[in-house]
């Protein structure tokens, strides 16, 4: 299978510059496996999909103002910094526009909101093979204090708006979100509220949390020519203890395990990789990259919302159903005018477990 067959035409105006006036009035696209038949829904609906014993599992990472602007402190050059993952205290890997300048030994004086400098700076102190950079932090006793107030929110690159807008900090977080470390939000869960939360609970279904730290590597575009080359970027994850037994009561009873976005997805398709096909308590790094031929272990349905062609995400929900049949429904998508990317519209995916083929 080459990256070529994961290529589709995508109208430049349908990708999404806003959320939704609301977070659930955005679009639900279901796809059922058994017959392949599509329906339009609003989000609002999720909860007619629902059964009782469904186990949600949710990605409870909060994003962080990642992005920091500032200038070398010798030259005055500015620099671009993106946080990537904390080592230690005042300690991160970032990713630095434009790399070339930024050497080991380049101090950067990082840069108000309003364009003075501040009291913070950054040391480049090493470079990896990816092409990040390490930097110490110093005129702080804590980066993480000074990031609402220095940091700006790591929209995709894909949206093309001049400024961001004051919503941006509000709309692009989930509702759920409680543990900071990403650098991009998990956008399938971009459309729930408190209210649709609690529906979901009255339904009978459970909800349970996993944490996955999502960097810039997920939107990379598969440079290789076969998926096979493509080397994905490790993320920070955790499967706590409760969440696990919860996952596995319903995996062992028949209850059905619906993944809310492809971070979920990774986090529960690695801990089971880990454990010969079973769900356990794990935690780590995981560079799991998910297409065409894979054995799913753990998930039954998957929430997410529509990828990017060429792209890892596409790959993996490619994986899921078919590349055939997601072909057909993002064509099918494309004709309906539905909004594509984190800000866009969501789809609901099926595979039919044993008891229904």
Known sequence: MRTADFDFDLPPELIAQHPAPRRDASRLLVLHRLDGQMEHRSFSDFTRFLKAGDVLVINNSRVIPARLRGANARTGGQFEMLLLEEVARNDWWAMLRPGKRARPGTRIICRNPDGTPSAVSAMVVETNPEGHRRLQFS???????????????????????????????????????????????????????????????????????????????????????????????????????????????????????????????????????????????????????????????????????????????????????????????????????????????????FRPNKTER
Request: charged share 20%.
């Open 139 to 349: 005129g702080t006793p804590d980066l993480r204090r000074e990031l609402d107030q220095l940091g700006e929110i790591p929209l995709p690159p894909y949206i093309e708006r001049q400024n961001q807008s004051p919503e941006d900090r509000e709309r692009y977080q989930t509702v759920y979100a409680q543990i900071a470390g990403s650098a991009a939000a998990p956008t399938a869960g971009l459309h729930f509220t408190a209210d649709l939360l609690d529906r979901i609970r009255a339904v009978g279904a459970q909800i349970c949390a996993v944490t996955l730290h999502i960097g810039p590597g997920t939107f990379a575009p598969v440079k290789a020519e076969t998926p096979a080359g493509h080397v994905m970027h490790e993320e920070r994850y955790e499967l706590s203890e409760e969440a696990a037994q919860t996952i596995k009561d319903a995996k062992d009873e028949g209850r059905r395990v619906i993944a809310v976005g492809t971070t979920a997805v990774r986090v529960l398709e690695t801990a089971a990789a880990a454990h010969n096909g079973k769900i356990a308590k794990n935690a780590g790094k995981t560079g799991i990259f998910i297409y065409p031929p894979f054995s799913f272990q753990i998930v039954d349905a998957l929430l997410t919302n529509f990828h990017l062609p060429r792209s890892t995400l596409f790959m993996l929900v490619s994986a899921f159903c078919g590349l055939d049949v997601m072909q057909r429904a993002y064509a099918h998508a494309i004709a309906q005018n539905y909004r594509f990317y984190s800000y866009g519209d969501a789809c609901l995916l």
